[in-house]
């Protein structure tokens, strides 16, 4: 019991306001973020498999959820490794975010007086939820069976942050309000590419330092659409989801944005309809009027998926890497709240 009040006092400060800046501290972790968010080539598999071994042994949850992605990118990368190696990466990965649930759970007991809503582990057990699919794109055989599990998945987790949203608002909650109703934007999207059964197009939550804005902050996005040919990765297609994109969103990032409260809701500009929605959905209880909004979100993210790519491709590391970059304007034509602006002066 000692050594565990020992041990929050060492760690509370991570916690508190600002506190995610000591992360960087880290010297493996701040290198792992200096990376560009694209996918890796076999070298950069290497290293990142050098950062996870050193970021295994640490305990912080954010440090763990690094590691995981890490490894679970390397096997995704490889090309030269063998498949039972890739796929015991991903496991390495598993393990790992399973530690940070559990680490998780363990420290909000302890830090019951910090708001630790950031790191409740709802992403942590989407990676969780997703690492079938990353299995399956190394196997090189993503069957529907795995993508509507994987969905199912998704929705229970997405139902649970729901009733936690719920509560937030009941308490008068804002930051923990805040904290869900993104990540239920986030859900939502990922369970509507989901829902679009297409096993050439696997959609994943962005890598750690994909969806982290420290470093080339225009890169950042929070799914990445895997485009796959029998496990051959063609493409990826980065994804950042906002409740409204701002003129400063827009200018900002190279990723295809979706604006939640337009495009992902089912009725008005609240994500939890659609969340519960997709949740009947996958239970095999949803109205006939649920069913029409999932199919209508779909539908427009499709469209809005083929528009983005007929854009020209934009930023070095289009150039580099399978991770694909596109110009906005094509997709902004037909949607006019992703029109860009010029800043004024």
């Known amino acids: 019991m000692e050594a565990m009040e020992q041990h929050v006092q060492t760690v509370r400060p991570y916690f508190e306001q600002n506190g995610h800046l000591l992360y960087l501290q880290n010297k493996t972790y701040d290198r792992y973020l200096h990376m ?22 640490e305990e912080l949850p954010t440090y763990l959820d ?15 490794s063998t498949t039972v190696e890739r796929v015991a990466r991903v496991a390495k990965a598993e393990a790992l975010w399973q530690q940070s649930l559990e680490y998780q759970t363990a420290m909000r007991e302890y830090l019951g007086d910090i708001d630790t809503t950031e ?43 729901r009733k936690a949203l719920d509560t937030a608002y009941g308490e008068g909650d804002t930051a923990a309000g805040a904290y869900h109703r993104g990540f239920l934007f986030e859900a939502s999207a990922l369970m509507a590419l989901l829902y679009m059964d297409d096993p050439r197009y696997v959609p994943l939550p962005a890598t750690a330092r994909g969806d982290t804005g420290y470093y080339h902050r225009e890169q950042t996005h929070d799914i ?22 701002s003129q400063r969103d827009k200018r900002r990032y190279k990723a295809l ?37 999932v199919e ?8 809005m998926l083929r528009l983005y790519q007929k854009g020209a491709s934009v930023g070095e590391t289009a150039v580099r890497s399978v991770t694909r970059f596109h110009e906005s304007s094509v997709v902004a034509e037909q949607y006019p709240e992703l029109v860009r602006r010029p800043p004024q002066v």
């Open 36 to 57: 560009h968010k694209v996918m890796v080539g076999e070298r950069g598999s290497e290293e990142l498999l050098a950062i996870g071994d050193e970021l295994a042994g």
């Open 66 to 80: 690094a590691a995981g992605w890490a490894y679970a990118e390397a096997g995704l990368a490889s090309t030269e």
């Open 119 to 161: 790191v409740e582990g709802y992403r942590t057990a989407v990676n969780l939820a997703c690492a079938p699919l990353i299995k399956s794109i190394i196997i090189g055989n993503v069957q529907e069976e795995i993508l509507r599990s994987v969905l199912g998945s998704v929705a229970e987790i997405a139902q649970l942050s």
């Open 224 to 245: 990445s659409i895997i485009n796959q040919h029998w496990g051959e990765i063609r493409k990826v297609i980065p994804v950042e989801i906002k409740s409204k994109a």
């Open 257 to 293: 944005i979706i604006p939640g409260r337009v495009r992902l809701s089912a009725e008005g500009v609240d994500p939890r309809e659609t969340v519960n929605a997709f949740y009947d959905i996958t239970r095999g209880s949803a109205s006939m009027r649920q069913i029409a909004s």
């Open 296 to 303: 209508k979100i779909a539908a427009q993210l499709r469209e």
